[in-house]
DNA sequence: CATTGTGAAGTGATTCACAGCA
DNA sequence: TGCTGTGAATCACTTCACAATG
């Protein structure tokens, strides 16, 4: 097994090893998500070949993922679906509730806001802010708009610790400076800025026109084959 | 699928398409943002120290993934701005505008619809799609949302390869068989399931409780790590 | 005996470090 | 001189292939 030396020197083994790749962290919410999927209908136990199949990988992938958590499986078996939901989800840390603040009720803040998923996947969305005025006080699925510098009171009052941006680029590295200065360590942001954050904190992006760049890429490359082909070019 | 528009025939000498890495083309739009945004604050040049900087990136990797497309830097100075734009816009594919469909017309897709900053980057929302028909015929950002089941005409008027499914997961592989059937052959998407499609499309996902739980995950180390440090077990 | 768990091999991406050029 | 472009070295991730095992 693994036994590298990562931190200088330990007198013991704090736990078994934290060593996790980050690919394979990105995706055992994808397992977490393909296992609730086959417990919902009744299965109880899948191999490594059905589960990655659902979760849309290979199978050697997913058994060298899962053996950095540990040894789940039985051999000649498979693994036991509730077992495995319930050490991944203790894993990503999902045996409590993150409360999250959605900074910009815009178009998309409010789509996040409404979001009916996040509730079931560990997250509660808690406070919502925005900086216009007009709409402090505003009710979005039960909860009230709330004026930016606020933002201090209500990190601490909810014990948020992961933010989402979704202001326009503009605002996003201000309202960055002020999550993390509220006390927030995680940040998802939509906007399409690169934010300077200080270390331990965390950020991840979506940015919608960068993916959708990336499947025209691909998309120009299969038109432009095509052309090859109709040339003869190959 | 329509469109053609390749480069001006091919006895060019050096061919710099083939081969370039995954990784590398994920960054291109980063690169395209990061220059625009210096061309708008009238930069005119910039180093690859300073637009890895912009870009959030190192400049070794970079100039790497420059090196991929050509030669488009100057030793001793650095990069034209409004050049190098140019040539990655080229490459990624950026030379003309997406059509792109939208299916599923609820707060996301709705939010999506009317996010204004797929225009300045390449893509246009050409049509709307739904399957409530108590929502045929209403108006989103100028459009008219329409029946599902007119997905082909639809596709095929406005020369449709790029469509986005933001229905909810019950739907969503109903929704990607058909615009697969319809001709397109690039699928951004939100709903929280694996797609399967057949050879030559291609699907980037987007699933927001998926990054939220990574973040839970690194949030969950952090915090553990202050305990660590309180128990003194370093 | 089917399937896991895992060393070893293979592949791809990143970083280093410096030659080559304006 | 200063900065790009790039082989070579390193690091990270994936896949192979099979011994271990319930």
């Avoid at 409010?110 to 005025?133: E, H, M, N, Q």
Wanted: hydrophobic share 40%; aromatic share 6%.
């Amino acid at each position: 097994m693994t036994s590298r030396s990562r931190k200088p020197v330990g007198s013991r083994e704090v736990r078994p090893d934290r060593g996790i790749p980050e690919a394979t962290i990105a995706r055992l919410p994808i397992y977490l998500r393909a296992l609730t999927g086959l417990a919902d209908r009744g299965v109880t136990s899948a191999s490594s070949e059905e589960l990655a199949g659902a979760a849309g990988v290979n199978s050697a992938k997913l058994r060298k993922d899962l053996s950095y958590l540990g040894t789940y499986g039985t051999r000649g078996v498979g693994y036991e679906v509730s077992y495995l939901r319930y050490q991944i989800a203790r894993e990503i840390g999902l045996t409590q509730d993150w409360n999250v603040v959605i900074v910009g009720i815009g178009n998309l803040g409010l789509a996040l806001a409404k979001y009916s998923g996040f509730a079931s996947r560990g997250f509660c969305v808690a406070a919502l802010i925005d900086t216009d005025p007009s709409r402090y006080g505003e009710k979005v699925a039960g909860l009230e708009i709330t004026p930016l510098d606020q933002l201090d009171r209500v990190v601490a009052e909810c014990s948020i610790s992961i933010g989402v941006i979704a202001t326009p680029a503009n605002n996003a590295q201000n309202v960055c400076d002020r999550l993390v200065a509220a006390g927030v360590s995680s940040i998802l942001n939509f906007a399409p800025i690169v934010l300077n954050v200080p270390e331990g904190v965390d950020v991840r992006k979506v940015d919608l026109s960068i993916e959708l760049q990336i499947l025209a890429y691909h998309e120009q490359r299969k038109a432009n084959s095509v052309v090859d082909l109709e040339a003869g070019a190959l």
